[in-house]
């Protein structure tokens, strides 16, 4: 959906598991606010390095410039006050400051649509994702394909590595699961040469 009012501001958020289209959606809806001559500015987490430094990017392979930064205080600094289009990408890795920060800039007028997990990879609510969805004007829920069975997936199942809960990683690290397979496998026994740690993980 697009923005009703060219000068009024509001919260846009975009979440869901991963590989669901949120940065798909978030360059749609950047592109079309571009072809209506606004200005917009986009900002990703330095964190996230997996495709590009200074592009957003989607596992479809479009992408947008972006500027990539270390937090929500390097955030405000780049915003221009000209700006009437905010996106940021992976709001999950911005942490709690960036609720009052989106709050403050849709005050002044700016449209700000933002894309994040609302989900960590062990199906809890991923902070600040819930609250963002809290203050939104309008909400999206993206919905991914389920990589074992076909089945709409909302969840990130963590195929390799550790138990930190930010680990930043795509198709080698993760698949989109729905419910039914998550369960079956983050429930399903460890086996003898099991050595990653992960089965029987809940
Ligand atoms: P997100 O930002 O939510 O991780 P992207 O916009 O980067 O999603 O990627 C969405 C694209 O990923 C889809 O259009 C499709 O081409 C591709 N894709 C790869 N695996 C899957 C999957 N399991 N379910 C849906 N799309 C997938
Ligand atoms: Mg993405």
Redesign the pocket.
Known sequence: MDHPRRDAGWIEVIC??????????LIRRLRRAAIAKQRVQVFKPAIDRRYHDTRI????A?SLDAEALPDVAALLAALDPATQVVGIDEAQFFGPALVAAVQSMADRGVRVVI?GLDQDYLGRPFEPVPQLLAIAEQITK?L????QCGAL?SRSFRLAGGDERVQVGA?DTY??RCRACYLAAMTAPASADDDDGLAGVA
């Open positions: 869901g598991p991963m590989f669901s289209g949120k940065s798909e959606e990017t989607s596992h479809s479009q894309a993206c991914a394909v389920c990589s997936a198709a698949e989109a």
